[in-house]
Nanobody, 118 residues
Framework: QVQLVESGGGLVQAGGSLRLACVMS??????????WGWYRQAPGKQRELVAEIRSTGRTDYADPVKGRFTIARDNTKNTVYLQMNSLKPEDTAVYYCNTFPSPLFGPWGQGTQVTVSS
């Protein structure tokens, strides 16, 4: 069974940076073939997709994070990263990874909490 483990969150001041990582347990072939996304869920809000990276390496971002976040993947480590710069209080949320466009692996991992203070 595939498991997703997110890490790297924390408390940071506005303008700061964090780097998140998501490790997928299981087949490397499966990881390489998948398109991956980072999602976030703020209190009282629905989970939203913020960044995606396809198996080809193509990336795309939601408008609120464009120019500040960078998604990357390391196929040798079954790992997806999210580099977050110029963080804002509105980026505060629990961050998760899963496949894109449809989250195929469930249940969702525990996520990693990102808190940005003003």
């Amino acid at each position: 069974q595939v498991q997703l483990v997110e890490s790297g969150g924390g408390l940071v001041q506005a303008g700061g940076s964090l780097r998140l990582a998501c490790v997928m347990s299981g087949s490397r072939t499966t990881f390489i073939s998948m398109d991956w996304g980072w999602y976030r869920q703020a209190p009282g809000k629905q989970r939203e997709l913020v960044a995606e990276i396809r198996s080809t390496g193509r990336t795309d971002y939601a408008d609120p994070v464009k120019g500040r976040f960078t998604i990357a993947r390391d196929n040798t480590k079954n790992t997806v990263y999210l580099q977050m710069n110029s963080l804002k209080p509105e980026d505060t949320a629990v961050y998760y990874c899963n496949t894109f466009p449809s989250p195929l692996f469930g249940p969702w991992g525990q996520g990693t909490q990102v808190t940005v203070s003003s």
